[in-house]
């Protein structure tokens, strides 16, 4: 996470619970945010409650109704930086401002602040209990907004059919992230809330948004930890430094040594299928089947090097904005509907900017590692190919026949006197 620190990365751990039960998240660093009424006896040992103290700060008016959220801090991460909370008047809002003096993720900003909200329905516009402009408000340096929205729209959940009233309640909280703006951490399609009943379908209510500032030092979003005793499953965001990551080597497959191959495959032997084959089961015995499989054809295939048209800034968020953009351009020629067009342009215009931030940030990553070797090659890079040193003449491709091209255009050869007449 920081420069000289004993981490290198660090965890937020985001879990709606209404009955919550604490288990081993994570070894690395960690904060916890919690939106909904906790119904545990006593916390973990290694886990701290951000709360101010009464002496140093003093705690603001209570807001009405029960508190919604709260937020832990891992005790390893509160001895290397300092941590304060930030309260609102709500009981469904909180954020903590983590500080370092000597800057976070080896960049220039030494704060880094994670807002927890917990969104409930009302009657009066815009039906939930926090504006948009509360939640989304524009910060300098990295801010991570996350929690329960109890929202459903087609960027984080593209296969769910939404009502006309759905559609204008979430789209206003989405287009709100667009004017500051902030990006969507969240990989649409991947659930966040499975109901204990059979009847409703599971969604995507627990949403993360990142700032600018904040997005290219989040390394990745996942679900990879089991239920927390309630229908919401955690989400753990990891945050990282950025690093100039160059695409990885593939497999060259033409170059496959097939007597090699064929060697190894006739000794080759799957595992056994299971005797009652469950879908679980026979997905799981597929994978490590073909996983099998995959690694010994890798293993005897050579390493191609990165395409020319690979790109070192790309990252599997663009991917993902590419694979956004291009379904709601399908949806939009299909349907040409006045939605289905603004879906199409708003997600054109996020995946533009993130393009255009990606290899701003790949850039400036390349100048402060930059050495003397590397200085002419940034040189060239900045200000494109040099002109050409020598004239574009047909015929003539280096400076030898560029020179004996012109003297043959400005000086030429005197041609032959004519015979002369009666003269054998």
């Not at 916390?43 to 709260?70: E, I, K, Q, T, Y």
């Amino acid at each position: 996470m920081l420069a000289s620190r004993p981490f290198q990365s660090f965890n937020i751990t985001a879990v709606g619970a209404g009955r919550f039960r604490f288990h081993s998240f994570t070894a690395l660093p960690c904060c916890l945010t919690l939106p909904c009424l906790l119904l545990f006896k006593t916390p973990p040992a290694d886990v701290r409650f951000c709360r101010p103290s009464r002496n140093l700060c003093p705690l603001p008016p209570r807001p009405p109704g029960r508190p919604r959220v709260a937020i832990y801090v891992s005790r390893t991460l509160n001895q290397h930086l300092s941590c304060s909370t930030v309260f609102y008047h709500s009981s469904e809002m909180l954020s903590v401002d983590v500080f370092s003096p000597e800057g976070l993720f080896e960049s220039p900003h030494c704060s880094l602040r994670v807002t927890s909200v917990y969104l409930l329905r009302t009657n009066r516009p815009p039906y939930r209990s926090i504006l948009p402009q509360r939640v989304f408000s524009f910060l300098s340096y990295p801010q991570l907004v996350l929690g329960y929205f109890n929202l459903h729209h087609p960027l984080a959940d593209p296969c769910r059919s939404l009502s006309a009233r759905e559609l204008i309640i979430s789209t206003r909280y989405f287009d709100a992230t667009f004017d500051v703006p902030y990006h969507l951490l969240n990989t649409p399609g991947v659930y966040t809330r499975f109901p204990f009943d059979t009847i409703s379908p599971p969604s995507v209510l627990y949403l993360a948004f990142a700032n600018t500032a904040l997005s290219l030092l989040v390394s990745s979003w996942d679900t990879p930890l089991p239920s927390t005793g309630s229908d919401h499953f955690p989400c753990v965001i990891t945050l990282k430094p950025p690093a100039i990551m160059l695409p990885p080597p593939t497999p060259h497959w033409a170059l496959l040594d097939l007597s090699a191959v064929g060697k190894a495959l006739e000794s080759f032997s799957t595992l056994p299928c299971p005797p009652k084959p469950t879908p679980n089961s026979l997905s799981r015995w597929f994978d490590i089947s073909s996983t099998r499989l995959t690694s010994l054809l890798t293993s005897h295939a050579r390493s191609k090097r990165p395409c020319p048209r690979s790109k070192p800034w790309w990252s599997p968020r663009l991917s993902s904005l590419r694979r956004e953009y291009h379904m709601f351009a399908r949806v939009s020629r299909l349907d040409p509907f006045p939605f289905n067009w603004s879906n199409m342009k708003s997600s054109r215009r996020t995946y533009f900017k993130a393009i255009a931030w990606a290899k701003k940030r790949h850039w400036s990553d390349f100048l402060s590692w930059a050495t003397p070797r590397s200085l002419w090659t940034a040189k060239r890079f900045a200000f494109g190919r040099p002109l050409q040193r020598f004239p574009d003449l047909p015929r003539a491709s280096d400076p030898a026949e560029i020179a004996e091209t012109l003297l043959d255009h400005f000086f030429p050869s005197k041609p032959p006197p004519p015979p002369l007449l009666g003269l054998t």
